[in-house]
């Protein structure tokens, strides 16, 4: 399959931006989606953004027009650029990958494959 790699979390201060990082160490042509969920304590883990093969996104509505994500298919690695961070950002966030290596993709045909997770906290 795959495997994840996170790295670039921090503690931040309001304000600030953090650029997280996803190293993904497996077939790229499976790789149906890649994106970015967080868990908060107490909370349950939710989408932050996602990014197909096709290059569409879609981002969670409390992070539109502050984080950004990016793929670099060459070096199979995933970006997410957090900027005017917030203390509701504060959170585990887990690289995540739709592996699907059919052809045509229907949503639960692929298997979901998580990082480890990484830690960041946003204090005010």
């Known amino acids: 399959q795959v495997k994840l790699v996170e790295s670039g979390g921090d503690l931040a201060q309001v304000g600030d931006s953090l650029r997280l990082s996803c190293s993904a160490d497996?077939?790229?042509?499976?790789?149906?989606?890649m994106g970015w969920y967080r868990q908060a304590p107490g909370k349950e883990r939710e989408l932050v953004a996602q990014?197909?093969?096709?290059?569409?996104?879609n981002y969670a509505a409390s992070v539109q027009g502050r984080f950004t994500i990016s793929k670099d298919e060459n070096k199979n690695t995933l970006a997410l650029q957090m900027t005017s961070l917030r203390p509701e950002d504060t959170a585990v966030y887990f690289c995540?990958?739709?592996?699907?290596?059919?052809?045509?993709?229907?949503?639960?045909?692929?298997?979901?494959?998580w990082g480890q997770g990484i830690q960041v906290t946003v204090s005010s």
């Open positions: 497996g077939n790229r042509n499976c790789m149906y989606a």
């Open positions: 990014i197909t093969r096709g290059g569409l996104t």
């Open positions: 995540n990958v739709i592996w699907f290596c059919g052809v045509v993709y229907q949503p639960g045909l692929g298997a979901d494959v």
